[in-house]
């Protein structure tokens, strides 16, 4: 029986086969109560051959006590079997043991014994495990199968608890192994010590010092000692120890005062047993004894500088459990340098103890020590272990009640003058006081030269910390405010001052660019440089002013802007007046500057064209025509554009425009022949400029007659292209050539006998050196004008002059059409705006345009007839 398990059997029962098997055919195996078959179980057949029959591990016993192996002949079955009983083999140990050697709660170390079955015949291992019943379920095996005779297998320190209830040991056969293990409840013992306690006797914050208490474990049979330690965690991280092991029975640990734990915040206690220490500490949080007083405070009631007199007094600290006394002292630092005792000599013991909270400072208490001034008193506790280090101390304030924090913004934005609040931050102690008094001083320390502000002689209250300076207040000779503290027996004798500062406020330059066009008139944007201190001021208000004093006559421009917007835009058509500056004044929260803060003469720009003329060069009566012309105006920086029109009179009434606008260095508008005159009297021009046109123009007034002194431009063009038009006519030219006039003239009567001989000759261009336009007028036939263009489309090619006669008589000579230079029609212009034109011309002789008058006043142009 190779099953170690009682009731249970397994492996191999075998048997030798007989030396004859002539007529053995086979084996029967049956499981009987008695060698003889009693009831027998027939359990398997096998052939002859076979020698043995396998029985599964775990197989119950029941009540059968052998195993009968029949042999089968062809005939019959054997009558007597070979019979052989069941021994149940039960191999289990005994005297399981494990004494656990960690002392981490849930976590065991140590060794596991146990005492071996009493037949191991059939045992090969032992197999260790941890589970949660003794019946072995949620098992886990520990390390490897153990070999028979091995009883001692190690559980390595700080292995995990877990949920582990149970240490099973089974055996092993060469078949399986044991089912129901030898069970062990599993002891896990914790040697960590409780109650741990460090009662802080060093009332310093951030220091300790005492003695560190525990209690023990309730078992100690492992444990040997104790380390302690100052940790940064409960697990014991960035551990320190402090001080040597402490033996078993030995609970406490002392600590010297002024131990600073730094960035320790625990305190942990290992216990440590002769195979290994804790791993996880038992702790305590640190707990800093800060029993310290504190509101410290003295009133100087002695209104003598460097003299102190009153009642040191403190409240008690939250924590008395550790103080026993307190210690008062004036000292130079607050780290009690050069410490003088308060309350007289008296030693460590000697002063009050907890409830005495002051000590009484006598009147004339020099402020004065051996290394100076004090300037700290430092109240001390103590406790048994000592006084602590550091005291909590107050800051002696001499009380001579002066002010401090004086301030003053100087609202009044003109130079020389002051308006605004004083203010100022009373004394600390203020017992003594009961006005300020604050002046006006030509020093900084006020005997004289003076001037009390506000209207109660002896100042204002206290508690009441300013008083107001009127606006316009003259600076005169003072420099300096000053503010006096006032006690029943009179003012301090030194007191606060403060030096004024005279906000006198400008903005810099001005620029403005005058865009309207009319004398008199303004547009633009009138622009300032911020001003030179913004601090106080709020807004800025621009002004047409008879001059820049304070006071001058004025008128507001638009609205006050804020601070920042540093322009105002005049829209056109703004009149100056009589005004003869632009000024810009500053205001604060207070008020408006008297004086302006900055200021420009206003340059008014003059747009208007000069020299203006027109020659009517329209011969019939009632109509007009010819060029209007005029020069610049004097000052064209602004401007962009002119028009031109008729008008009833010289300011533009009942105007009608001429022509088109033209732009700045177009200085004459073609105003065309046969123009109706109507009820005009007067041609006028404006100007404009970026923003709008004048509304007073330029103006001239002219009659319905020529007038001679007006330049006027003469011309003729070829009304027809020289290009060659093959119509098979005879006087159709061949090749296009350049127009070509031999001779031009110009007369000043209508029956051509005067002619025009001054003037200056203009053409469209010319082909040739010796071609110019000159050639026309100088009185030869035999030399020529040739224009610019071979061919010339219609209009292309002109010539003729410019004249300030009367023109009424225009002749040419041209070679023939059919010579190809010649064109059948010209346009007469004037001012290069058709007048007339001849037409069915063939050249090689002279042809012309007159005027003709009418028998009732009209007329116009005729060809001369050829």
Known sequence: DKDLDAGQIGGDATWTEPADLTRVRGYQIFWAEDSAGSVKLLVNSYPSGTV?????????????????????????????????????????????????????????????????????????????????????????????????????????????LGSFTYILVYTKSALSEQTTPCALLIDDLYGGVSGITLADQDLDDGQLGGT????????????????????????????????????????????????????????????????????????????????????????DYDLDKGELWGEVTWSAPDDMGQVTLYHAFLADTGAGGNRKRLGGAFDFGSFGGPGTNFVAVPANTPLAGAFGDYKKILVYTSSELGEQTTAASFSISDAHQTVSGIAFSDLDLDAAQFGGVVTWTGPNATTQVTNYAVYLSANSIGPSSRSLLGSNVLGVEVGTNKVNVPIDTAKGSYSHLVVFSRSKLGLQTTPAALALADSAITVGSITFTDLDLDVGDLAGAVIWNSASDITHVTK?????????????????????VAVGTNAVTLFADTVVGAYTHLVVHSYSSLAESTTPSGTLAIPDTDGT???????????????????????????????????????????????????????????????????????????????????????????????????????????????????????????????????????????????????????TVVSSGQSGKYSGAERAFDGSIDTEWHAQCAPCTAGEAWVGMTVASVVKCFKWLQPSVFAGSGVRSVVLRIGGMELAKAQGLRGGQWEGLRYVA?????????????
């Open 854 to 866: 009418g028998p009732s006043g009209g007329g116009g142009w005729t060809e001369i007839l050829r």
């Open 609 to 759: 064209v000069r020299a203006l003329t027109f020659g009517d060069r329209d011969f019939d009566s009632l109509q007009i025509g010819g060029v209007v012309h005029w020069q610049t105006p004097q000052y064209t920086t602004q401007v962009f554009h002119y028009a031109v029109y008729l008008a009833e009179d010289a300011v533009g009434t009942g105007q009608a425009k001429v022509g088109d606008t033209v732009s700045l260095g177009t200085n004459y508008v073609m105003m065309p022949v046969s123009t109706v005159l109507g009820s005009f009297t007067h041609v006028v021009v404006y100007s404009k400029s970026s923003v709008a046109w004048q509304t007073t123009p330029a103006a001239a007034v002219f009659a319905d007659t020529p007038h001679i002194a007006i330049n006027t431009e003469w011309t003729i063009a070829n009304g027809d292209s020289t290009e060659p038009q093959q119509d098979g006519k005879w006087d159709t030219p061949e090749d296009g050539l350049e127009w070509t006039i031999k001779e031009l003239a110009l007369y000043s009567d209508s029956d051509c006998t005067t002619a025009v001989l001054t003037g």
């Open 212 to 299: 560190i208490t525990w209690t023990p474990p309730t078992d100690t049979v492992t444990i040997v000692e104790y380390n302690v330690y100052f940790a940064k965690s409960t697990s014991g991280a960035g551990k320190s120890q402090h001080g040597a092991a402490v033996p078993l029975h030995t609970n406490a640990l002392a600590l010297a005062a002024d131990f600073e734990p730094g960035s320790f915040t625990h305190i942990v206690v290992y216990s440590n047993s002769s195979d290994a220490g804790q791993t996880t500490p038992s702790f305590v949080i640190l707990s800093d004894t800060h029993a310290s007083v504190s509101s410290v405070h003295f009133t």
């Open 52 to 160: 043995s029959h396998s029985v599964a591990a775990n197989t119950a016993k029941t009540t059968k006590a052998f195993v009968l192996v029949y042999t089968l002949s062809a005939l019959a079955t054997q009558s007597t079997p070979l019979a052989f009983p069941i021994l149940d083999r039960h191999s289990f140990v005994t005297n399981l043991a494990f004494p656990d050697t960690d002392l981490d709660a849930q976590q065991l170390g140590g060794v596991i014994t146990w005492t071996a079955p009493l037949d191991v015949a059939m045992v090969t291992y032992y197999s260790v495990c941890f589970a949660v019943s003794p019946a072995g379920a949620g098992k886990v095996q520990q390390g490897s199968d153990i070999a028979v005779a091995t009883n001692l297998p190690m559980v390595a320190q700080d292995t995990a």
């Open 540 to 560: 800025y208000a621009l002004y047409l002013a008879n001059g820049i004093a304070s006071g001058v006559s004025r008128s507001q421009l638009g609205s006050t």
